[in-house]
């Protein structure tokens, strides 16, 4: 059951990492800026220049916050110690994929690897709480699962992080449905964790909106999507989460199901998305294109950028509701 | 904005998730419920591998099937938006 101080350090995680990022966000546009770190918009017919690695405010954020409960909440500072190593250490590689491409198999090699620290450090239960079922025990697959549901989560977040404001509406729309879901269930830490990223992301949001102003590269989107495995496990919300990230896994799912395999962006011949005269985008008829979210909403016709995020946005809320419905059949225990 | 077409894409998204739990029903309360007629080490291990098997081919039929769904009603939209034009 959740408590009242629960509530509270909730609180001051999203207040604290909300604030930070806010205000860091500005200041690394000017930074990057100078120093030349930028992307193309490629979604835009002019191709503007934007900063890219804006999820280092993200990780900063996230680092701050997590110091400042585990010195405050003793009971749970192991668990946001682990928390920030692993998210830490896939914000490194993804820092490392911005400044120079990663291997397209590696990457996710990378970042199952980064699950290890909560293997090691026992801040697990094998005992997923499943709907319909109750308690289940997988002693011996759980470790494995942990390790798989890191290169699920973290490649598969990247892969959604193609429109401006996408990747942080649609986890922030997921950590809100997390919060929820932990409220629920009475999952302490999986309320605690949801709040710190929600108020860091929603606080991104605001300078990642269309038309972006900054991108959060690898280093946010893998990091988020760290946060986003780490919450599942470490506040067992396993299967919640799973329902809950559903736009992000179809995405991804369909799209390395209709290519045959892992391919960096640049290997990809065919684009999903093509640009028409009037600043729409269409889906690409081609054949050999990924079939991604985006193209399978843009079958439906042309969209704007900005009318494609409002879709995404609404299809993670859907799945968010449902996930929340999951959570309440487990709490109910039909 | 096609709004039918966003509805179609909630009701793939409402039929996995109930064929999820579907799924996950069968696998646990009738699959890894089975019980081992001795306590032979042999027939332990091939009865845990019938079960991991079993629920492995299930989820890769469900895999399958969500990915044929949505391959065919992508493809089925696509053109049909471009004979209405």
Known sequence: MVSFSDVIYAVLGFTVSFVVTFILVPLLIRKFKEKGIVGTDIHKSEKPEIPEMGGLSILISTIIAGILLSALYRELANIFIVFLIVVVAVGIIGAIDDIRPLNPKLKPILTALAGLPIILLGTYVPRPVLPIIGKTRLTIVYPLLILASFAVSTNAVNMLDIFNGAMAGTCGILFLALLIASIILGSEAGLILSAIMLGSLIAFYYYNKYPAKIFSGDVGSLAVGAAIAATAIIGRLEIITIVAMMPHIMNGFHSLASIGGLLERRQIKARPTKILSDGRLVANEDPKAPITLARLILAGGPLYEYEIVKVLFLLSAYSGLLAIITALIIAWGL | ?85
């Open chain 2, 1 to 85: 904005m096609n709004n039918k077409h966003i509805l179609n894409i909630l009701g793939i998204m409402t039929l996995v998730w109930v064929t999820m739990l579907i799924g996950l029903v069968i696998i646990w309360k009738f699959i890894v419920p089975l019980s081992y007629p001795s306590n032979s080490y042999l027939i332990t291990f091939l009865i845990s591998t019938f079960k991991v098997g079993v629920s492995g081919i299930l989820a890769f039929i469900w895999l399958y099937l969500w990915n044929k769904l949505v391959k065919t009603y992508f493809w089925k939209t696509l053109r049909g938006n471009r004979d209405n034009e």
